[in-house]
């Protein structure tokens, strides 16, 4: 019953910023949330998670410069990406899994149930 679009995708020089958003419809604030991104000819890959009780994780190539959020209210969740580089263009999709799943491996895309369609992020140099 849950749906996921992703928006806020566009193109960007190096060392810019973007915020990506994740709106959801159905119930999803017992979910953990999670942003991935697949370059082509490479594997999806987890970039940061969020759980139902607020912890967060990230990939070590984005600590300090990407930070990851949600608003219960609006069933929203945020990626606010910061100084970002040539390397991090890619689609970027929006992913939640259901309480059970959730402590299985945050960066596995097996972990989730539910994936948006995707936002195409292009980082100049």
């Known amino acids: 019953q849950v749906q996921l679009v992703e928006s806020g995708g566009g193109s960007v020089q190096a060392g810019g910023s973007l915020r990506l958003s994740c709106a959801a419809s159905?119930?999803?604030?017992?979910?953990?949330m999670g942003w991935f991104r697949q370059a082509p000819g490479k594997e999806r890959e987890g970039v940061a998670r969020?759980?139902?009780?607020?912890?967060?994780k990230y990939a070590d190539s984005v600590k300090g410069r990407f930070t990851i959020s949600k608003d219960n209210a609006k069933n929203t969740a945020y990626l606010q990406m910061n100084s970002l580089r040539p390397e991090e263009t890619a689609m970027y999709y929006c992913?939640?899994?259901?309480?059970?799943?959730?402590?299985?491996?945050?960066?596995?895309?097996?972990?989730?149930?539910?994936w948006g369609q995707g936002t195409q992020v292009t980082v100049s140099s």
């Open positions: 969020i759980d139902s009780d607020g912890s967060t």
């Open positions: 159905g119930y999803t604030s017992t979910y953990c």
């Open positions: 992913a939640a899994a259901r309480k059970s799943s959730c402590s299985y491996r945050w960066d596995s895309p097996v972990t989730y149930d539910y």
